[in-house]
């Protein structure tokens, strides 16, 4: 399941962490970044309308690989599995939720903000972590930083990063993807405006091609 994560990373290259108030929102939402070139969205389970909008993506979009963020408990790993959820991700992991996920069966992407707890991570079996929130513990020069001693770790830093500097990042032997909110404005959503979700999204895209 490491093997899909990072499969499925790398497909992406850029992981929209979407954050809905409605199952609707959700659909749209996939379809715009569908339309806008990417494969891959993550719904955080920030908001009560998260496990529904999971399981409308599932069933409505096809194409587009759907998962869940914001992955705290491990009770909120088995309601996202049972909508439907087809990866999951998460800010930080303490040791019981890295066990879950490791026992869960689905690709994971776990949280981690420190060497310490990337490597802990890694000794558990994960090969991709989320280094969160990526900006605020050092950005560029942290990922830069941890490509010497922790060669074998794969990165997704999410938090703080936007169209301006995501192409930097990409091109980091130790970066697969990287994760952000920038495409997916809560207020473009709130107004309906997908067609600013697809643009930013392509835009985005082109920025990294
Ligand atoms: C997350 O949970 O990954 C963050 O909310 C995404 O970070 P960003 O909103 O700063 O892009």
Partial sequence: ??????????????????TVTSAEQGVAVARALQSGGLKAIEI????????????????????IAVGAGTVL??????A????????LVTPGTP?????????????????????TELLA??????????LFPASAVGGLPLVRALQAPLAD???????????????????????????GSWMVRADWIADGRYDLVSEATARSLAAIA
């Fill in 80 to 87: 996202a599995r049972a909508a439907g959820a087809e990866f």
């Fill in 153 to 179: 770790v794969l990165l997704c830093p999410t938090g703080g990063i936007g169209e301006g500097d995501a192409a930097q990042y990409l091109a980091e032997r130790n970066v697969v993807c990287v994760g």
């Fill in 1 to 18: 399941t490491q093997h899909a994560a990072i499969e499925l990373l790398r497909a992406t290259r850029i992981l929209p962490v979407v």
């Fill in 44 to 63: 955080t389970l920030r908001t009560p309308a998260a496990i529904d909008a999971i399981a409308a993506v599932k069933r409505d979009v096809a194409g």
């Fill in 73 to 78: 408990t491990p009770q909120q790993i088995d």
């Fill in 95 to 115: 040791p019981a939720m890295a066990e879950a996920l490791t026992t869960c069966g689905l690709p994971a992407v776990p949280g981690a903000a420190t060497p």
């Fill in 121 to 130: 991570l890694h000794a558990r079996g994960f090969r991709v972590c989320k």
